[in-house]
């Protein structure tokens, strides 16, 4: 079927390592046509609460529990099983591989505003991992920590504690 989607979701499962659904309501009202990686289901459901929902899938009846956790996390319990979900729309999905596809490689990381270095976490040769702390820089009377974009090694370090540093000035490089 090659009916325009109204709405499409990716969905990924704590249990389920690399795997990801693509949800597309297909159809709205009382009864919804939704597709789920490509096979179609009629759903129909109800709230009895503030997370219990009647689930009619394909004809059949489910109770299901469903709370929000999180941003665009939640817990879902089904006859006794938990499952802990993500679901994201396919805005904030492409935004998402955009910046991992931006992150990827050699990352040069320079000053985004002009200040002095507080306080270098790392040195040349260090292991790090996405979002460890590199080091401090104060602008503006703020202390704002700068973090690796990726999971890497720190190849090159530029700056020490107390330099001044301008816009864009090189940093450290983290591969």
Do not use: W
């Amino acid at each position: 079927m090659s009916a325009k989607a109204l709405a499409t979701y990716f969905a990924t499962v704590n249990d389920i390592p690399d795997t990801e659904f693509k949800v597309e309501i297909l159809e709205d009202g009382p009864v919804k046509k939704v597709s789920v990686n490509g096979k179609i289901y009629e759903v129909d459901y109800n709230m009895g609460g503030d997370t219990i929902h009647s689930i009619i899938l394909n004809h059949k009846s489910h109770g299901v529990q469903i709370s929000n956790t999180g941003v665009d996390t939640y817990e879902v319990k089904n006859k006794g099983d938990l499952f802990q979900v993500q679901v994201i729309d396919e805005l904030k999905k492409m935004r998402q591989s955009r910046i991992r596809s931006q992150a990827a490689g050699r990352q040069v990381i320079t000053a985004q505003m002009p200040g002095v270095i507080l306080r270098v976490h790392v040195k040349p040769g260090e292991e790090v991992t996405a979002g460890t702390p590199l080091c401090v820089l104060v602008a503006m009377k703020m202390e704002n920590e700068i973090r690796s974009p990726i999971d890497g090694v720190v190849k090159e370090v530029y700056i020490a504690d107390g330099d001044k540093v301008a816009v864009n000035d090189k940093m450290l490089v983290v591969e």
